[in-house]
């Protein structure tokens, strides 16, 4: 699955969808999607003047706006983030549930980075070879034809 699929398929086929698999490009091309677009609004905001209004100057429009299009995009983007992760622990055969123990546990002060570390490496580790009981493997051929037909 390439850069525009993955974010098309999370955007448009599976905006809220918590069933099934997602395979690691899907999940990590929508990663790098959401980083990217996180990474130009902030900009955006701080050299349009941000960067003063930080500082304790001046309040202007333009930052203003490009900090209110990020909240906007965070806003937009949260079920959708939620779902491909859900979906990603799936295709680890493991319930959409630990993501909620992930988020919880990340917050504990000392032991949040381990837990976040340990919620990283799990999304990156290969999924389960064939089909597991959230579903068809997302990689193989006759699966593909089936979700995207």
Known sequence: MGFKEAIRT??????????GRASRSEFWYFTLFTVLMV????????LTGGLDMVEGGGAEILPLIFFGLYGLFGLAILIPTIAVTVRRL????????WYLGFVVGGMIP???????IAMFVILALKGTAGDNKFGPDPLRGA???DVFA
């Open 110 to 116: 000392f032991v949040g980075p381990l837990i976040s």
């Open 143 to 145: 699966a593909n034809s």
């Open 90 to 97: 799936h295709d680890r055969n493991m319930s959409g549930w």
């Open 10 to 19: 999370v955007l448009k086929e599976k905006y809220a969808t918590f069933q």
């Open 39 to 46: 990474v130009v609004f902030i900009g955006l905001a701080l």
